[in-house]
């Protein structure tokens, strides 16, 4: 049974009971989320992890981060040493979006690696192993899809990106308004290509039975993918978004049904004042399932700096109801990510994801704010240190610069405000 | 005349002129927000600097560095690099916010180097003083106030912040309901133990006309601080902040009435889902003077990433209607900041000022993210470079890591899928 089963029989499974104590949530309220599609928890049946976590409604938001090799840069070791940088900083997923050398060894290394739920988007396979075998990336049919979900699920992969919503007809809807940027979305953009050069509809879409099946299985949750999202500011909340989002929406409910999670995601590049009402059409034309943002980013022109950008989507997105952050690095747009780009995207997004849980009202999100506060008014430096969200840079921060008085700090020294109030109620 | 007088007369210094010239704002609306108080221009009679702003109604949203020694860190040199670095950066303002060392050596300084306007926080002087002098930096009065600021009047700092709202009766709203970490502000702080200490009225508040009269003799702007804003989300909204503001309030119309520009000071820590209410108290209780927000920071949690905090609040104050942010550094809270620690911030809070923008649709914010776009659209790298937000950051990214194919970036290389839907339209 897949975890969607045994919530709809009213079964506890461990990992349920595990997620529910973490959470501080009610395992009937849980129970409740999974029946009713609003919460999934991405773990394929073949795989246990150390941290699986659960994702939606009345759960605290999650953040994943990519990982993966392009075709220019990233050796699977590097690529390791990140996944194991974002598992040590917060992440609560990971991707392997890895289009570069092989892609087999590279996902056996970070299913091996991951205490998380792992995702890949299985186009990317597809893709590569056409372009090996039959010198074009787009000669490919279904059973070689098919051949990869199969493969991919039996590895042990936990959630997959499927682009089954770049359809004909959401292809269509790109012609009604131009779009500044067109489909950003590599998947996406692959499988347009594929229609365009097949004159076929999406095999994802067509055989989406077929790809229920093996997901079933296996339990791998669906992350129903937003091939045509806008990659520009300028193009946000377009009427393709919207036709690809109606879509998702219904495959949704179509892999429900089938007792297989399923999850949404949603852009990309937002302006700030659009992102409530994205957050609310995916939660009414997807039927509350969650919703899995990338960013989103505020503006375009935030190039070297973009994890800040998502941050502040992200934040907001969050706080309006989106249950799960991709990160978003500084290198986006300009380079494949260092080490430490992946380190600081995962902050970013954390605190983007805890700045929501606060707005959305999650269950004990403030306390870690109140501890805090405690700590910094008795001038507790090594209490601050360790409930600082990357403890290991507060700490580096902290020993850089040494206070004269060693309850400050060198910022404000003798005239500390915490401390002059102290000093003040003591006379 | 000051500004405000000449804007009432409507008539348009040289100073009004250029402004509208770079903002594509009417000459005849600038006017007619500084008469109304609902902007300012922050540059003091004997000063003349390449970089005026201003600040307020219908304006792109400003962003301020603060820079300056603590007792325990910061040479004059290291100061001025920094202050160098802000406004390379973007920064409108920068405040000199000294408390080590002598600050008038470091004022002259900052005066001579800065091309946009200079704000102080005169307190500082007045208790450093006090406490080089009479071994008490409680040991001041009226006078030693108005001999401060009437000094840096005459220097010629364009802006004063002024706790004129921390009064015998704001302080008693502290008692209404306890608070986590009291009052954080250090001028506030300062004020408040003068008040307990000599038991009297704060002498700004008291004595506000004489301070009027210099800020007019010199045009000054008074920037009402708020000495009690809280800082913790936990503490955010209270009695107190709301008793200083609507104190700050009627401050702004007598400066007002005076021929003074004033602006407003706010919090500060604001959890996501208060912001927009404490934009809208304040531009009620306070008749529309600009808001002038210190991040506000969404958690408090972030310590040694608080410029991601404070841009997520920015960003949001300022889609609400905050005119001015002032930054918050990645040390806030940990140590005095570095060079490079003032440079992101400066970057992060200019992400939060543009995306403020766009959402307040300010005049031709957008068009930045159109020609990004179609930087970005046509795979210009170049252009992409240079209209980044930190050119100098995405022009490193961009070339320490070099791609195979020439147009695209090493984070897709061959499956770029702006580069794959090109090819894809010319088959």
């Not at 990519?66 to 996944?83: R, W």
């Not at 039959?134 to 199969?150: G, Q, S, Y």
Request: charged residues 30%.
């Amino acid at each position: 049974m897949t975890q969607l089963e045994f919530a709809k029989n009213n079964i506890a499974t461990g990992t349920v009971k595990k997620i529910c104590r973490k959470e501080g949530l009610g395992i009937t309220q849980l129970l409740k989320y999974i029946k009713e599609g609003k919460a999934v928890i991405p773990l394929n049946k073949n795989r246990r992890i150390e941290k699986p976590c659960a994702i939606g409604k009345g759960l605290s938001t999650k953040v994943n981060a990519n990982i993966g090799t392009s075709t220019d840069k990233g050796t699977i070791n590097d690529e390791i040493k990140k996944l194991k940088a974002a598992i040590k900083y917060g992440a609560d997923a990971v991707m392997d979006l890895s289009v570069g050398g092989s892609l087999i060894r590279m996902r056996r290394e970070v299913l091996k690696h991951s205490s998380v739920p792992v995702g890949t988007v299985p186009i990317y396979e597809v893709s590569v192993r056409a372009k090996g075998l039959k010198k074009d990336f787009l000669d490919f049919n279904i059973e070689d899809i098919l051949a990869v979900l199969e493969t991919q699920a039996k590895e042990g992969v936990d959630f997959f990106t499927i682009h089954a919503g770049v359809t004909k007809k959401s292809l269509r809807a790109l012609s009604t308004q131009k779009r500044f940027l067109g489909v950003v979305s590599r998947g996406g953009a692959i499988l347009a290509a594929w229609i365009k050069k097949h004159k076929k509809e999406n095999p994802f879409f067509e055989y989406y039975d077929r790809i229920l099946d093996i997901a079933y299985r296996y339990d791998v949750t669906l992350s129903l993918g937003d091939g045509l999202r806008p990659g520009s500011i300028l193009d946000s909340t377009d009427p393709a978004q919207i036709e690809e989002l109606r879509i998702l929406g219904d495959l949704a409910l179509r892999a429900r049904k089938k007792n297989v999670q399923a999850m949404i995601e949603g852009p990309g590049h937002v302006p700030i004042e659009e992102i409530k009402q994205n957050v609310l059409l995916e939660k009414k034309l997807c039927r509350q399932a969650p919703f899995y943002v990338l960013g989103p980013l505020v503006t375009d022109v935030a190039a070297g700096y973009d994890h800040i950008s998502a941050s502040i989507g992200g934040a907001l997105a969050a706080g309006y109801g989106a249950d799960f952050l991709c990160y978003v690095t500084a290198s986006e747009h300009l380079r494949h990510p260092s080490l430490s780009d992946v380190r600081e995207a995962v902050v970013a997004a954390k605190i983007a994801a805890h700045a929501g849980d606060l707005a959305k009202g999650i269950k004990g999100a403030i306390k870690w704010d109140k501890e805090f506060t405690l700590a910094r008014k008795k001038r507790d430096w090594k209490a601050q240190v360790k409930l600082s969200i990357d403890p290991d840079k507060a700490n580096d921060y902290r020993r850089s610069s040494r206070p004269h008085l060693s309850d400050v700090c060198t910022m404000c020294g003798d005239y500390c405000s915490i401390r002059l109030m102290d000093e003040c109620a003591k006379k």
